[in-house]
């Protein structure tokens, strides 16, 4: 959504005489005479200001403050186009150029998300904010300093129970769905992670260890937000994730990150945008040698060319994902990347050979992912739905039906809106042959089940 121009803001400092690096450095100096410590604005950041961009509270009482002494007379955040309270619609949507304006910006986002302030709920998928969020995270050197000077230390069991709820919630989330655990993740970030942001004290190492556990947290919840098809909000949270990944130049979680990204932009019909995303990942892959991440990159660079009807480049993408999974060391790599496993990576392929229209592959890759970790209850109702639709393409309706049966059984038992449309999606498959005895037993099997 493009920004209107503060012009109010653009007026007031030439009537002041401000230059935009003065003005930046006066408010620096005010925030810390507030005791508001953590201020590091600069004049690229008056220059995004005047452009439509309304800094994180406290900041515009603080510039009122600082222009009311200059002129003379009272001014108030609205006359600096920075109205008390208001939200910019496009919050999350941008990476940002700074570590303190991505903390200012990723708090305000779970705050307006807890608040369910509807413009987040309503938000739709744009394909600008993801591509300039990839080319930030590309290009931006690394942060260098992600500190923080409040008032409570921030030590290693703050950063260890972040991680801590990050697994459980992830558990929780593969087993359930989406639907029954992000209010909570979302309200954990707000009440328990913004205050180690905002007003905790640490240093260069342990801030980039917390960068690192926030973007892993923040990641999960715009997974979730994936999950109940929530696309807009989900974006923000996976652009917001990035953001602090590069806080923590973590290059692997950046990866992993993009990657998900990926998987988002070809479940919705984008996958040129899918492309773009998965070779960005394959970069980060490369830049710390993690051969698994790699494999995904490639895998879900292989999904959007099937997508995109290119058998040949398809083809190509999953050998090259093969080769990159037959080098990883699982025991070297990070733990949120545990996950993705032969079984995983087989489901990868039955979805390029689903999409690309090949059966009889969709089915040996698809029975190659059933064994899979009992854990991933949503994953597995996925493949089962993959495996069936195989089947059901190469004319084995009995057993497609049996397998679906299956499926569906699964998904009554989870609140994800994916999961409810790959049930949406094979019933549709199955239509043609609804006057057949396999089909009509399996309708009337199912007809109770709820979300099915």
Request: net charge neutral.
């Amino acid at each position: 959504m493009k920004r209107v121009p503060n012009r109010l803001l653009q007026r007031l400092i030439a009537e002041a005489g401000f230059s935009h690096k003065g003005l930046a450095r006066r408010l620096n100096d005010l925030g810390t005479a507030r005791g508001i410590g953590n201020l590091r604005y600069d004049h690229s950041s008056v220059l995004r200001w005047i452009g439509g961009q309304r800094p994180r509270d406290p900041v515009p009482d603080l510039l009122a403050e600082i222009f009311a002494q200059r002129l003379g007379r009272h001014v108030g955040s609205g006359d600096l186009g920075m109205p008390a309270g208001a939200i910019p619609l496009d919050l999350g949507q941008e990476f940002t150029h700074t570590w303190h304006e991505g903390i200012a910006t990723v708090t305000a986002l779970w705050r307006a998300d807890v608040e369910r302030r509807k413009f987040l709920l309503d938000s739709t998928f744009t394909i600008g904010a993801g591509s300039a969020g990839a080319v930030r995270w590309l290009t931006l050197p690394p942060e260098a300093h992600p500190t923080g000077v409040g008032v409570h230390r921030v030590g290693t069991s703050d950063i260890a129970a972040i991680r801590e709820v990050t697994r459980s919630f992830g558990e929780l989330d593969n087993r359930f769905g989406g639907g029954r655990v992000r209010a909570a993740v979302v309200k954990y970030l707000d009440t328990a992670v913004t205050p180690l942001l905002n007003d905790g004290s640490y240093g260069d190492a342990t801030g980039r260890e917390l960068a690192s556990a926030c973007a892993e947290l923040t990641r999960l919840a715009g997974w979730m937000a994936y999950d109940l098809e929530q696309h807009g909000l989900a974006q923000r949270y996976m652009l917001q994730a990035l953001s602090l990944a590069r806080g923590a130049g973590d290059h692997g979680l950046g990866g992993e990150i993009l990657a998900g990204m990926s998987h988002q932009a070809v479940y919705i019909g984008q996958p040129a945008h899918a492309l773009d995303l998965a070779r960005a990942s394959a970069l980060s892959a490369r830049r710390v040698g993690l051969h698994t991440l790699l494999a995904e990159a490639h895998a879900l660079e292989a999904h959007a060319l099937a997508a995109l009807g290119d058998p040949a480049a398809c083809s190509s993408a999953l050998h090259l994902a093969e080769l990159a999974f037959d080098r990883r060391k699982p025991d070297d790599e990070p733990e949120w990347l545990r996950y993705f496993d032969e079984a995983y990576l087989a489901a990868k392929f039955a979805h390029c050979f689903r999409d690309l229209g090949d059966g009889a592959h969709a089915v040996q890759h698809a029975r190659r992912s059933l064994d899979m970790d009992s854990r991933y209850v949503r994953g597995r109702m996925f493949n089962l739905s993959l495996l069936s639709g195989g089947l059901l393409r190469c004319g084995e309706l009995e057993e497609a039906c049996a397998v679906a049966a299956e499926a569906f059984e699964l998904a009554a038992e989870l609140q994800s809106a994916r999961t409810r449309t790959y049930v949406a999606d094979l019933r549709r498959r199955l239509q043609p042959y609804e006057g057949e005895t396999p089909v009509r037993l399996l309708n009337e099997r199912t007809a109770e089940l709820t979300s099915v």
